[in-house]
């Protein structure tokens, strides 16, 4: 699967604590996603540089990864700086791991492929607005058929809060949104993992009074119920190209 630029969610935020770690897949390529000691989160190549052991099998410590294999440690920047084989050696510069950028925004970690600067691009009316977890979602469809369900897809009513808006969604990018009344927003980013598997982070840009609990629950199950007509569905292969 082809690498695409840009900057695409990964996880719900919540789903990675401080001195923790997950792995996932991006258009094809394995990522670990850990946090610090301080809650930062960094996004890196899942390859521990020395014999190539996934980061993911190993551990977090304060402010640094440890490979399982042979134990080696890497400090936030990437570069190693403790080998447990050769406690006393200065451990050379060159031994660092390959980095993507990482950010978080409206309740999820992005990454975006190698190292560059800001963050990714959230509509203005979006800003500062209180966000809700409701869950990931993962199919084993492409994040293309996944898009274009998920935009079509009526959105059921929660206790009269809300209102069916088939069609009537908002896509930018990665990030498509289905619009409630009272201008709250179940939105949704999509996460191509590689040529067969997607994901789907979904969140509600709205209070905790409202949609807290029974909310997030009715959006969950709406989710499930998105994952099971999907994959209900013929694979899309090179012969059924979907519609833009």
Do not use: N
């Not at 990864?65 to 006393?88: K, S």
């Not at 369900?149 to 498509?176: G, M, Q």
């Amino acid at each position: 699967m082809t690498q695409q630029a840009g900057w695409h969610a990964v996880a719900l935020a919540g789903g990675v604590e401080t001195g923790t770690s997950m792995g996932t897949h991006l258009f094809g390529e394995e990522v670990v996603i850990w946090r610090d000691e301080s809650g930062a989160a960094h996004a890196w190549e899942d390859r521990c540089p020395h014999r190539g052991m996934r980061l993911i099998m190993g551990f977090v410590r304060s402010d640094r990864i440890a490979c399982l294999y042979h134990g080696w440690q890497y400090g936030t920047d990437g570069h190693c700086l403790y080998i447990p084989a050769h406690p006393r050696i200065e451990v050379p510069k060159t031994i660092v791991t390959w980095r993507h950028s990482c950010a978080e925004a409206l309740g999820m970690i992005w990454v975006h492929f190698g190292e560059v600067e800001g963050g990714p691009s959230i509509p203005a009316d979006l800003a500062g607005r209180d966000i809700l977890p409701v869950r990931s979602l993962f199919v084993h469809r492409p994040a293309e058929v996944l898009l274009d369900i998920f935009a079509e897809a009526e959105l059921p009513a929660f206790a009269d809060r809300t209102k069916s808006s088939s069609r009537s969604v908002r896509r930018e990018a990665a990030l498509i949104s289905h619009p409630f009344v009272y201008d709250d927003l179940l939105i949704g980013a999509v996460h191509p993992m590689d040529d067969h598997r997607s994901a789907l982070h979904l969140v509600i840009a709205g209070d905790a009074k409202t949609y807290g609990g029974a909310g997030q629950l009715h959006f969950s199950r709406f989710a499930e119920t998105l994952r099971d007509s999907i994959e209900a569905k013929e694979p899309v292969t090179a012969k059924q190209p979907v519609a833009a």
